[in-house]
């Protein structure tokens, strides 16, 4: 550990707790305070996927952050967080934060990081992201050579959505949720649902892989992601 660092960003993986990294892993291990969110009403995920590495020992920074899709409330939350944090280091403590897939692709993280870095050394560890796991799990390779990968989040209007898959070999649609049908309907229209591959809790116990064509629900859970490849250099060759 950098002994000048005293707050870590810890990517915990997609899922599994065997997806954490060596280093993720010794800086957890080694850390005064694990700090993590919580919905407002639940456990913490990330918490459940890095418990079999901690000592059980180690003081705990639960963010508690709701569900909701207001920017204040949430920007309440990461202040809250970041000077609890704060706190913690200037009472000589070290703190690991835990992040679900990566801590800077999609990450809640990025806020506390915003927050945090203009007073401390803070260190990013990245960890396995949900996109590769997402691949993985679906044995489909992402790009090769000259093909062109976007992510698109379900959460934009069905014409830019249809823009955006048509300008790359391969999308990755995450934040699925209660976008599904409007999703479905793109790909469809599109030509593509043959070719999209859905997929969610990748790498968890309860991971489901199924044809978009035989998905009836109505909405996904939020970890969900449906991988689309239109064409490219790997399966065309």
């Given at each position: 550990m950098n002994e000048d660092t005293k707050i870590w960003g810890l990517g915990i993986g997609p899922g599994d707790p065997e997806l954490i990294t060596l280093k993720?892993?010794?800086?957890?291990?080694a850390a005064d305070v694990v700090?993590?969110?919580?919905?407002?009403?639940?456990?913490?995920?990330?918490?459940a996927i890095a418990a079999p590495h901690m000592s059980g020992s180690q003081e705990e920074i639960i963010i508690?952050?709701?569900?909701?899709?207001?920017?204040?409330?949430?920007?309440?939350?990461?202040?809250?967080?970041?000077?609890e944090i704060s706190a913690?280091?200037?009472?000589?403590?070290?703190?690991?934060?835990?992040?679900?897939?990566?801590?800077?692709?999609?990450?809640s993280f990025m806020y506390l990081f915003a927050r945090l870095s203009e007073s401390y050394s803070v260190q990013v560890v990245p960890g396995v992201s949900s996109l590769s796991a997402c691949s993985a799990e679906l044995a489909l390779p992402l790009a090769a050579r000259n093909d062109v990968v976007s992510v698109i989040p379900g959460t934009i209007d069905a014409d830019e959505m249809e823009r955006q898959l048509l300008a790359a070999n391969t999308a990755a649609i995450?934040?699925?949720?209660?976008h599904l049908g409007k999703i479905k309907a793109v790909l469809e229209k599109i030509g593509a649902t043959e070719k999209s591959h859905y997929i969610e809790r990748a790498t968890m116990e309860n991971q489901r892989i199924v044809a978009l064509s035989d998905l009836d629900d109505e909405s996904a859970p939020y970890f969900s992601m449906i991988i689309v490849r239109r064409n490219g250099e790997i399966l065309d060759q």
């Open positions: 993720a892993l010794k800086i957890l291990q700090a993590y969110p919580a919905p407002a009403n639940g456990d913490s995920l990330v918490r508690s952050t709701p569900m909701v899709t207001e920017r204040y409330p949430a920007q309440d939350v990461y202040d809250k967080g970041a000077a913690a280091v200037e009472a000589g403590k070290s703190v690991a934060v835990l992040c679900e897939g990566d801590p800077f692709f999609y990450g995450i934040k699925v949720g209660r």
